[in-house]
């Protein structure tokens, strides 16, 4: 499995962006998937995740009802839309695949890590 993690850059704050990540691979629609971040100098985290189906989402406190993460088992892609976003979601964002049925929310439980895209938001 390898996973491609697009759509980061420079935006200002209130501003939005949708990264997207294309999984390369035969069984995306059955894993489940997850978006994390890491900002300079902290630990990798949370920001949302997905079940196979895309029924069941989770996100983390810091960005409810600001993002919403999708998929199209289709495309084989996992989306992360990003709204009103703040300086403080600066990162780099990485896409993930859950190693169990049900994702957690721990990055323990995540392989095939992708290679990350980076979003700046100015103030």
């Known amino acids: 499995v390898q996973l491609q993690a697009s759509g980061g850059g420079l935006v200002q704050a209130g501003g939005s962006l949708r990264l997207s990540c294309a999984f390369i691979?035969?069984?995306?629609?059955?894993?489940?998937m997850g978006w994390f971040r890491q900002a300079p100098g902290k630990e990798r985290e949370v920001v949302a995740t997905?079940?196979?189906?895309?029924?069941?989402?989770y996100y983390a406190d810091s960005v409810k009802d600001r993002f919403t993460i999708s998929r199209d088992n289709a495309k084989k892609t996992v989306y992360l839309q990003m709204n009103s976003l703040k300086p403080e979601d600066t990162a780099v964002y990485y896409c993930a695949v859950s190693t169990s049925v049900v994702p957690t929310t721990l990055v323990p439980d995540f392989g095939s890590w992708g290679q990350g895209t980076e979003v700046t938001v100015s103030s």
């Open positions: 691979g035969s069984t995306f629609s059955r894993r489940g």
């Open positions: 997905i079940n196979w189906s895309g029924s069941t989402t």
